[in-house]
């Protein structure tokens, strides 16, 4: 409950004459139509959540003992950042006593990459995920890419995959050629809760599809 406003602004807000608002018959038919142009989007929205966040099937998580090679659990991550990922996939090899190997990662921000060397000493670091050679990145078990949000969340301009600064399309693009060519067994990634939003849905929408043509089962 918020607090009760003074005597004397009450008075004022009472003492206020309402304006009335008159629109033009046009205007009331463009106003009737942009709200059912809303309730449409929104309704087609749903239908695009459902499809997204609904695993055809029986949906059973992998053991992650069947994922790994032998003993070793061998990883592959993109946009590291701080490798909030890799950190969770490090208490999931523990947790199974198995020998993780970082085998390669990428970061265009240089602090991260030098965080990256800290975490993985062995791990191959590189500036640029787009430029990455499929042909020398080492197979692995689970890959784990979080692409830049700014592109996506509400702080950033929301410019999606037209991002002008090229974080949108070509990161995507990368990841998903990078899980095509080596069949990776698992992969993760986490970004902004406004990738499910109107505005950005259908990029979503199109990862989605595009590892379930693959015969990847995707839990959202």
Known sequence: MG???PDWAQKKCEQRPLKALKLSP???LERQAKILQKKQLMIEVKKKRAEIFTEPGEARLADSRNMA???DLKVVTDFGGMEGGLIGLKRVAKKYKLTLKHLSSSDEKPYARRWIKCLSPECEVLE????????QTPDHDVYSACWQCQPYCQGGKGEGVKDKKGRGAPNIVATLRLIKAKKTKMFVS?????LVAPKHIDVTLKVVRTLREQNYRVFC
């Open 3 to 5: 607090k009760k406003p």
């Open 26 to 28: 046009a205007a009331i």
């Open 69 to 71: 090679s032998k003993n």
């Open 128 to 135: 640029d995920a787009t430029k990455r050679d499929l042909k």
């Open 190 to 194: 986490e970004n902004s809760p406004n």
